[in-house]
Structures are given as structure tokens and as C-alpha cells.
């Protein structure tokens, strides 16, 4: 898989309000489908079916113990979105310096009346 | 749209290399259907429909001018990926602390021996 096609596979993987909040629970730690699925309120299936997208993007990995198979995160990916996306910081770092320097100069007007 | 639901449509925007692509041109500055339709050698309405996606995900906006409508980058909906993301930064930089920590280890080993 290419950088692009990792990148669209994480991306579609993050699109998905359960599938984040299965990686919020497990920046906690590893948890098994079985404990993912109580909190969640989901049948078991339907945790192993998101956890399988998780996994092929990269985002989890999954313990070899046969049963319990517990998922773990993988940093990488959600690092390698960050990347990306750190090369648009700029734009609103720059929107809100505008608005500071706006801000600046109302004050500066106003201190000088 | 509330936050998790405007992630949602976010997230499955970005999961395209030609929007994100799309993207880092409109980064440069605003450009009509028309303008981003030939670097990238694709059909105006092919081009049109991914504004499309860019714009109900509020990645985009795009001007009022009649024929030309041209797209500009709305960095806020990218600032809200950041922020998401943020949140899982210390899992990464604890595994690169880990990492200094076993390195600088070796190396006080190698410097004593």
C-alpha cells in the first residue's frame, strides 16, 4: 500500500463515530472485541466488523492469544494524518494572526484616543 | 450538522487522493472548476462533483460569481481534524520517548565500556 493509498484507507476509517471512539477506549489501553462491545452496547460482530476496518488501515493491531485476539493502537497512522494535515496549519495560523493583529491595532487605537 | 457528524463527513472527504490533491492547490490560492480541471486532467463535472463533497464537508466555499464559482479552502473543518487528532499526540511521542530513552541507554553503554 502507497502513502496515498494508506492515507485514503485511514482517512475512510476515521470517518466513522464508533470506529473513534473504539480508538479513544483503547488510547486507555488494549481492550478484547468482548470488552469493546459492552460500553459500546454492540453485538459482538458488529465490533469485530469495525475493528477489521481499523485494522486494515492501520490504525489497530490484534494480539496473537487465540481467544481473547486483544486490539491494541497503532500511533503510526493517526501520526502520519497529522502529518498531512500539519502542512495546512499555516492557513488558520494565519487566519487567526490577521485577526490578532486586528485585535492589536483596536487596542492600540483605543489607548492612543 | 453536529461535531461528530461534520467529522464524519471530514473524514470521508479526505479519503480521496484527488480531493486532497484539490486541496493542496486550492492551499495556493482560489481557483475556478475550470482552472483546477486541467493540471489534473479530468472532466469539468468530474471535478465539479468532488467540489461538491470538499463543500458539503466544509472544507471549501465557493464565490458567488455567475460562470466562475470559484473554490476557496476553508482551513476550520482541516483545524478540527487537528484538533481531533491532537488529542492522540502524547501515543506517538511517548513511543519516539521511549525510543531516545533506549538510544541514549546504548550509547552511555558504548561511552563507559
Redesign the interface.
Known sequence: MDA??A???T??A????TR?AI??RL?LGEASAGELARPFAMSGPAVTKHLKVLERAGLISRGRAAQQRPAR?E??A??A??D??????R??DE?FDRLDTYLEQLQTQGETK
Open positions: 496515498a493509498a492515507l485514503d484507507a482517512f475512510a476515521l470517518a466513522d463515530p473513534r480508538l479513544a488510547a493502537l500511533p503510526a493517526l501520526k494524518v497529522s498531512w494535515i500539519q502542512e495546512y496549519r492557513l488558520w487566519k
